[in-house]
């Protein structure tokens, strides 16, 4: 049985893109009837951005409100730009900016109260799955998050981020990623009766070719893709496949 709630594909242009590309995204990408589609953007681009067949994401925020933090944005300019969704603690700024698990739970939380979506990325390192210690490593990042964002854990979406599997082309096999998604699910049980709404991406070198065997696994709600989400024609293959699973 799959699980019932929407399918969700988030592209993540890190830091890529330009407005040409952009307004090609805009005219190009149809609409989904059943599933969500999110373009989490440079956040220069958020405004240009909203408008079209998808919703709006940023990538990061800022845990404060205003202030003398040089270089963030606030999650209430995010949303006066038209973002709803943000990704939050991505490997690549826990690794590049030291973002603790405690910092990445902090932004969860006031995504939340801010009435975003946060994408809440979780993931180990390659060291990490060759000593078998996957379950702790993640079960750490998960536990974080959890406890600050306890109230409104329906609005959570995670997305499972193998680092191995990030930009190398090296995605994680369908069963290496269900054992995670299952492991998560059953954390995510453990507080909260609203765990089987929770939606689960899986990320890392997810492509036009691979999504499909994916997003049939039974605890893989959809997808959170770098590289082919800067090509319209790959991403949208990427959306018919979640769409046909609804
Ligand atoms: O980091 C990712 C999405 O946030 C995954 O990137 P790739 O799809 O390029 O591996």
Known sequence: MQNSKRMMVAGNWKMNGNLEMLSHFKSSL??????????????????????????????DCSEHESGAYTGDISLSMLAELGAEHVIIGHSERRQAYSETNERVAIKAEKALENGFVPIVCVGEP??????????????????AILNRCKQQLDKLV??????????????????????VHAFIRSELKKSSELYS???????????????????????????????????????????????KRN
């Not at 149809?30 to 220069?44: A, G, M, W």
């Not at 499972?160 to 995605?171: L, R």
């Open 30 to 59: 149809p609409v989904f009837e059943n599933i969500d589609v999110v373009l989490c953007v440079p956040s220069v681009y958020i405004k240009e951005a909203v408008g079209a067949n998808f919703s709006v994401g940023a990538q």
């Open 126 to 143: 390659l060291e990490v799955r060759e000593s078998g210690n996957v379950f702790e490593f993640v079960g750490e990042q998960l536990a």
């Open 158 to 179: 995670i997305a499972y981020e193998p680092i191995w599997a990030i930009g190398t082309g090296k995605t994680a096999s369908p069963e290496q990623a269900q054992e």
């Open 197 to 243: 709404q929770i939606s689960i991406l899986y990320g890392g070198s997810v492509t036009d070719v691979n999504a499909a065997e994916l997003f049939a696994q039974h605890d893989i709600d959809g997808a959170l893709v770098g590289g082919a989400s800067l090509k319209v024609d790959s991403f949208k293959i990427i959306c018919e496949h979640a769409n």
